[in-house]
């Protein structure tokens, strides 16, 4: 994790926390008639890894879509931009690479607060922005925007799937930790309810904020609730040290059951090791899905990152530019206004099988998983132990969303 957190922190200094890295060209063809894509991801704090991460997928997207010659005989040129995560230094990077780069379409942004700060920008600025990362509810509710596309699942999502197994899981006495940020609030919100339906209690619950590095006052807490369960919501190195941390004070040994929502993931393994086995997640992607377009997506992947296999948040981002690229392939063009009109409700093969843009708030319908961190042969992976269909996990439109 650290190895791969410092480029990252490297880059920002060298770049700029908003200026576009390398050639305007960097991660597909330039010139002035390229369809031309921002990506701003994070470079700093805990969400580095995932930022650096989602970029590498939009390159791996574009870098096949122009070696396959491109879209509607036009080469993708992919601006790479950075952020630090916070709404105001993304959309800075945002307006950058519209007013001064030519972008039409922005992928890559991180978090709900940023998006939702986006997506108020976006007709403004004449783009279309395609989420594979921010998951709250509200950017398709009252955040929702007509330029706006979400492919990664809202939390709702995540989280039915999740309520689903939850009444088969260990543990009566459940205490809650999330980051304090929307979408911890709103997973821990869906959890409570999910929790009394599924005749569980919650007998805590606590915030703490994005980038905290000590955990004992969180933890002592949690000690003296005698929770018997825990339903976690902590992100890349935050999730790295809460769960380091919670095993000095031998936390996991009071629980029947630790519940993550995105708090392990693949790359932060290595840095968990063995102590998060028999550890439960939402698992949005499922890698060993055998449809047809996933496993070449799979290998191709492997051959050109020295035999890894994509997560979640490389899956997702990469699904987002096959979003993007479908709605340019429609339209016949890449004006925003037409290839938004070409992705209302249009369905396409994809790596997690057949999904459809939902007309009436642009998300996209695709199952979600849930998953145990097992011990395969040596190292940990996801068993997958449960699936739920998109149309099964998706709440109606919000009556909040005005496109």
Known sequence: MQSKLLPALTALVICGSVAACGAPGSGGAGGSDAIKVAVIPPSSGALAQFGSDAAEAWKFAVDEVNAAGGINGKKVQMIR???????????????????????????????STENGA????????????FNSLGKDDSL??????????????STTMDMNALA??????PGDRWAVQAVDYSTGHTSADIFREA???????????????????EFGTYISKLVASNADALFAVEYGADGIAFVNQAEQF???????????????????????????????????????????????????WAD?????????????????????????RKAGTDDPAAVRK???????????????????DHQLIRPSYVGKVVDNGGHLAFEKVAEAPGAAITPPVSPECKL
């Open 195 to 213: 929790a009394r339906k599924a005749g569980k209690q919650v007998v805590l619950e606590q915030f703490a904020p994005l980038n905290t590095t």
């Open 118 to 129: 986006l997506n108020a920008q976006l007709k403004g600025l004449n783009v279309l922005s």
């Open 304 to 328: 050109k990152h020295a035999g890894a296999k994509p997560y979640y948040v490389e899956a997702d981002s990469y699904l987002a530019a096959q979003m993007l690229f479908a709605g340019i």
């Open 250 to 300: 031998k936390l996991n040994e009071r629980f029947k059951t630790v519940l993550g929502f995105n708090m392990v993931s693949e790359p932060l393994f290595p840095a968990l090791g063995d102590k998060i086995a028999g550890f439960y997640n939402n698992l949005g992607y499922d890698v060993n899905s055998t449809d047809p377009k996933n496993t070449a997506f799979v290998r191709e």
């Open 81 to 111: 931009a950075d952020t630090d995560a916070t709404a105001a230094t993304t959309l800075r990077a945002a307006r950058s690479a519209v007013t001064q780069d030519g972008a039409k379409f922005i992928g890559g942004v991180m978090t």
């Open 140 to 153: 398709t509710g009252k955040d929702c925007n007509a330029n706006a596309f979400r492919a990664v699942q």
């Open 342 to 360: 070409a992705l209302q409700d249009l369905s396409f093969d994809s790596i997690v099988g057949p999904v459809t843009v939902r007309g009436g």
């Open 164 to 169: 689903a197994t939850l009444a088969q899981l």
